[in-house]
């Protein structure tokens, strides 16, 4: 490209009307001049080839993707992975911001995603290493979405549960159980104080437990702990599979007393989850298989981030993410990144209700409260409730015990003295130190 091409990918703020465009944060690794790989980076989402040969006309004023800040962070001895690429010169690390004209691909997930994540922002001459960290939209483009249907106060509606946390179970075993089995177990965790039992995010429409059955199991099992205990129950079924199975799927669940569904949004597509939302009467929950394969190196791929406001966007209700502690090899501000995702205004979109998970139980109640700093999360258990020593009815009742000894302040030790349900969990814990 010449000095007057490049220019044409470049531009401030204030010359362009931004309700027209999508803000993309990227970090990226250029070789040789900065400036000319910007261009290319620029050019290879948007317009590519800007004009026919032979005639004099410019396509870039209208659907060109624009650099609209630039800061170079510094040149480096080498990239940071080792990307293939035929280009010479020094290296730097740049953060990068673009307006990218919305007009190019209109409110279409898929289109958005090829646009952005696709061959021209990761296959570019000169920029071997990109992340994309962030996606801000304009009022006019999320008008074109519904979002959620139900969104926190949705579900707590639902539940009748209000000025605490949502308490979900991820029933375990998790895959082998036959559907009378896995019922019983969810029943018994409802029994216990238990708001939603979840199939596992794994556990599909197999035959040893078909959707079917196992919908028919829990959700009679569901509508007897609600009439035993006098709280609203929510079973959590699965509809995770082909795409041309979803609607199916979703009318067998919830015909037979799922009254919450649970999709894996990445593997099925954010384009199906959006069909899926339009048609559902109940929440549709999401769980991130496949996310960390994209987002997990820091300086390539896609920033989880991303992803979590573009399920909020797609209509999910409550969104499953990888938690704190160690387990989930997350950083903790990313897990933070994640819930603000879900939580911060997102103009007419309603909240979705963040659910960081992993390796959970009624010790590590509190440690998620504080650092969530609301009650407005799910709290999701597996063997946290499901492998207690005393069963899954102790196992719910021990994260209720837990939340209430943090709403009167009262430390866990202390509250557990005379509920064994509570007290197991921590003597559990001081046995494998």
């Known amino acids: 490209m010449n000095t007057e091409d490049i220019k ?36 290879e989402q948007s317009t590519a080839q800007w004009r026919r040969v032979g005639l004099d006309e410019d396509f870039r004023p209208l659907y060109a993707a624009r650099v609209i800040h630039l800061t170079v962070e510094g040149e480096l ?7 293939k690429h035929s ?5 730097h690390a740049c953060r990068v911001t673009i307006a990218h004209p919305h007009r190019n691909f209109g409110p279409k997930l898929p289109n958005l995603l090829s646009a952005v994540c696709g061959e021209g922002a990761f296959f570019t001459p000169g920029v071997p290493v990109v992340k994309l960290l962030d996606i801000t939209f304009p009022e006019p483009y999320l008008n074109a979405f519904d979002g959620p249907k139900f969104g926190i106060e949705g579900i707590r509606d639902i539940l009748q549960a209000y000025d605490r946390p949502i308490f979900f179970g991820v029933v375990k075993p998790n895959i082998g159980l036959k559907p009378s089995c896995f019922a019983e177990i969810a029943y018994q965790s409802w029994l ?13 429409d197999v035959d040893w437990s078909t959707l079917e059955e196992r919908s028919r199991e829990l959700g009679a099992a569901r509508m007897r702990a609600e009439k035993e205990t006098g709280e609203p129950k929510i079973y959590l079924a699965n509809v995770t599979d082909e795409v041309d199975r979803l609607i199916e799927q979703h009318d067998i669940a919830v015909n037979n007393g799922a009254n919450a569904l649970l999709i894996n949004a ?5 384009s199906a989850v ?10 549709l929950i999401g769980h991130f298989p496949f996310i960390a394969a994209f987002s997990r190196l820091e300086k390539y791929g896609v920033h989880s981030r991303v992803m979590t406001k573009l399920q909020r966007l797609a209509g999910l209700d409550s969104i499953i993410m990888p938690g704190f502690g160690s387990r989930m090899m997350t950083p903790e501000e990313e897990v933070m990144d994640n819930i603000r995702e879900c939580l911060q205004d997102f103009g007419h979109i309603r909240t979705s209700l963040p659910v960081p998970g992993g390796s959970d139980s009624a010790l590590t109640l509190e440690t998620v409260y504080r650092k969530v700093g609301s009650v407005d999360f ?19 009742a021990s994260i209720r015990q837990a939340w209430e000894a943090i709403r009167l302040g009262v430390p866990i030790e202390i509250y557990a003295q005379g509920r064994p349900e509570l007290q197991a969990m921590i003597d559990g814990a001081a046995t494998k130190k």
Do not use: N, W
């Not at 009307?17 to 070789?31: F, N, Q, S, V």
């Open 192 to 204: 216990g104080g238990l708001d939603i039992a979840k199939d596992d995010e794994m556990l599909a």
């Open 274 to 283: 959006r069909m899926l939302a339009k048609h559902t009467k109940v929440p």
């Open 77 to 83: 001895p080498e990239l940071s992975y080792p990307v």
């Open 87 to 91: 280009e010479t010169g020094p290296i």
């Open 266 to 270: 990445l593997p099925v597509g954010l």
């Open 378 to 396: 799910g709290f999701v258990p597996g063997r946290g409730i499901f492998g207690h020593p005393m069963g899954p009815k102790a196992g719910a």
């Open 8 to 43: 044409g990918f470049f531009a401030s703020p204030e010359q362009l009307d931004m309700a027209d465009y999508l803000i993309l944060d990227y970090y990226l690794e250029c070789i040789g001049d900065i400036e000319t790989a910007l261009a290319h980076f620029c050019s």
